[in-house]
């Protein structure tokens, strides 16, 4: 047991051009290896295109899409007594299902056909913007997979 005190929430940093803390989040979750100045890049230029496909506010486009993904119910692994693993569903805060939501459009981002990364993702958040999509439909599967197991919700 830690004889420490509880650790203070460090609250996430505002990116350099459009100073929000989502856009900061997205930046976070595309960087690999440390590499910030292309992640940034790639943002960019998919909120770039974003702007050219929907002629509208592209942080309204980003921030739609990410509102549309976010589960409010998700499954988590329980094992019983006897040893086999059960999924039982849970209910999800809001700072994990934004952190899912980020997750699951970057995986349906990388999964699309397409040139490049910046359009790929562009695509990908046009798409759960407006209700379709690979995000949305992780979305649906694991609000149907919490449906089907709603019976052993007494489990958590």
Known sequence: MSRRGTAEKRTAKSDPIFRNRLVNMVVNRIMKDGKNTLAYQILYRAVKKMQQKTETNPLLVLCQAI???????????RRNKKGSTRKVPIEIGSKQGRALAIRWLLEASQKRPGRNMAFKLSSELVDAAKGSGGAIRKK????????????LAHFR
Not at 67 to 76: A, D, H, S, Y
Not at 140 to 151: G, S
């Open 67 to 77: 509102r549309r993904v976010t589960p409010n119910i998700g499954v988590k692994t």
């Open 140 to 151: 649906e599967a694991t609000h149907r997979m919490a449906e089907a197991n709603r019976a």
